[in-house]
């Protein structure tokens, strides 16, 4: 089966611009999660959809990033303004999730990541 | 919030030796604990996971390790080869936090 898709796979941004990231969970997925992975450090939760509704957005900056999955299947994350602190690699992952999912319920499975670089 | 921390940051072992992972957990509502491997410059993989009902989990040369009373949680790797080099991270959910990593070395 195909695996979790994302594009741009880099991006490089001045701060105070404006990048969105795309991804596509594998077909049948009703979980989809958005991380943010800096240097050396372990992936953070920034946002978890079920389906289209959001399940855990406690760690997303809502001032400036944003993310939508409006039909229940791919999904955009947006920053606006980019700081320089958000240079990092932003990994999509999904899972098939609680009710059907069974014991392969919570297996996430990783896209290959978007290297962001603001500059 | 769930606070999850993992030891050691890095490990060498000989090639063919055991290598052991820990990682404690704080809220111990969380009943879902997986393992990655990540290589550099490339996506974290899923390796092995145990549910909290269940008090230990083999596959192959990996096994994983819980304690639920004392919230904590290892992965073992025996018989451990030069492909087993990368940054393993666990990770507990509840409300899904990842450890900071060990980068594991095997020396040949």
């Known amino acids: 089966e195909a695996g979790v898709a994302q594009s741009p796979r880099y991006k490089i941004i001045e701060k105070r611009q404006s990048v969105a990231f795309w991804c596509n969970p594998i077909?049948?997925?009703?979980?989809l999660y958005w991380y943010q992975q800096i240097l050396g450090q372990g992936p953070k939760l920034l946002i978890q959809?079920?389906?289209?509704?959001?399940?855990?957005d406690s760690q997303l900056p809502k001032d400036r990033f944003s993310a939508e999955r409006l039909k229940g299947v791919d999904s955009t994350l947006k920053i606006q303004p980019a700081k320089l602190e958000d240079s990092a690699v932003y990994l999509c992952?999904?899972?098939?999730?609680?009710?059907?999912?069974?014991?392969?319920?919570?297996?996430?499975?990783f896209g290959p990541g978007t290297r962001l670089t603001v500059t | 919030g769930e606070n999850v921390e993992q030891h050691p940051s890095t490990l060498s072992v000989q090639e063919g030796d055991s290598a052991v992972i820990k990682c404690t957990y704080s809220?111990?509502?969380?009943?879902?604990f997986p393992w990655y491997k990540q290589e550099l410059g490339k996506r974290p993989q899923l390796i092995i996971d145990?549910?909290?009902?269940?008090g230990e989990k083999k596959d192959q040369r990996i096994a994983v390790t819980l304690n639920k009373t004392a919230k904590h949680f290892s992965l073992h790797i025996t018989e451990t080869q030069p492909e087993d080099s990368a940054v393993y991270f666990c990770?507990?959910?509840?409300?899904?936090?990842f450890g900071t990593g060990t980068r594991l070395t095997i020396i040949p």
């Open positions: 959809f079920q389906n289209n509704g959001v399940v855990d």
């Open positions: 809220d111990s509502a969380s009943n879902y």
């Open positions: 992952a999904s899972s098939l999730g609680g009710g059907t999912g069974g014991v392969h319920a919570y297996e996430q499975y």
């Open positions: 990770a507990a959910m509840g409300k899904l936090t």
């Open positions: 145990i549910r909290s009902n269940v």
């Open positions: 077909s049948g997925h009703a979980t």
